[in-house]
């Protein structure tokens, strides 16, 4: 008899352990990007969001520009943007690291030693 009560408590263990990992419905459908409201996008299919998220990294760009060198010295200024607005750098050396000049909430657009 006690071999009988520990069979079916472990088959009803192994029920109720299968039961939980049971799926609960059809799986989630993937979500799709949203576009803008202004884009007219009839006749497009959708674009699953994992695309936009891969897509993201390549539209997250840095730039510089040339903005003047100094006078005497192997040195320049450029701009490039910090955050999501350009700003004044100098380059001091040819290869050299940038050291930012200006820390304006607006965008820099022109400088001249």
Not at 28 to 44: H, K, R
Not at 84 to 105: E, M
Request: with cysteine; charged share 15%.
């Amino acid at each position: 008899m006690n071999r009988k009560r520990c069979f079916v408590s472990l088959l009803f263990s192994l029920s109720f352990a299968l039961a939980q990992n049971a799926p609960s419905g059809p799986p989630p459908a993937p979500q799709n990007f949203q576009p803008n409201s202004a884009l007219v996008v009839e006749g497009i299919p959708p674009v699953p969001a994992s695309i936009a998220q891969q897509a993201d990294r390549y539209t997250q760009v840095r730039a510089a520009a040339f903005l003047d060198w100094h006078p005497t010295k192997r040195e320049m200024l450029i701009n490039t943007r910090f955050g999501d607005v350009p700003q004044v750098h100098r380059v001091a050396a040819p290869g050299g690291a940038r050291t930012q000049l200006t820390f304006f909430p607006d965008r820099v657009t022109s400088a001249r030693y």
